[in-house]
């Protein structure tokens, strides 16, 4: 009797770990933020023209924006080797310095994300520099359980806090060198 209550005990044990395995993905934050020798009225005409990320975003080759910096607007950018990518201004408010947009569909060949989600921000640093702080939300690109190595969780992580940082430190350099 002793041993079918530990049989029966690890089988429970057991079930338990594969059922915390299968729960699908979880949301993912990534927030890297850098500071800038420049006064944050000169940071921010960069960071919140929302059509202007190919002047500060090394992937991004060009970009269009359907209505410019209105919430609503969709921005079309194209990513160096060809692909696309599609996002909507959410919300932008220009005294505070902060824009937030989200991708309107995923495309992983560029980002191995889904439901991305993004907020970026100017605040001032000290008497004439900016900080400027950029967050962002989302699941991994394989949304089912067991995703190939390139689509999990730390990949999607890895990616979206690459881009941030190679990106913060070309704002960096083109907005100090101005």
């Not at 960071?47 to 079309?76: I, Q």
């Not at 060809?82 to 932008?92: A, W």
């Not at 730390?154 to 430190?169: F, N, P, Q, R, W």
Request: cysteine-free.
């Amino acid at each position: 009797m002793k041993h079918a209550a530990s049989a029966i005990a690890i089988a429970f044990v057991a079930t338990l770990s594969q059922a915390a395995d299968a729960h699908g993905p979880t949301r993912q934050k990534v927030e890297e933020s850098i500071v800038i020798n420049a006064p944050p009225a000169k940071v921010w005409t960069m960071v919140g023209d929302f059509n202007g990320l190919n002047k500060w975003v090394p992937p991004v080759e060009a970009s269009t924006a359907t209505t410019g910096n209105t919430v609503g607007s969709v921005r079309t950018l194209s990513i160096t080797g060809g692909e696309k990518l599609n996002e909507v201004l959410e919300s932008y408010d220009a005294a505070d310095m902060k824009l937030g947009y989200r991708m309107r569909e995923p495309n992983t060949k560029v980002l191995p994300v889904n439901n991305y989600s993004s907020t970026i921000m100017v605040t001032p640093e000290g008497a004439s520099a900016s900080k400027v702080t950029w967050k962002g939300a989302f699941y991994r690109g394989f949304m089912n359980n067991n995703p190939p190595a390139e689509m999990n969780d730390e990949a999607a992580v890895k990616a979206v806090t690459g881009l941030y940082k190679v990106s913060l430190d070309k704002l960096k350099k083109v907005a100090e060198a101005k």
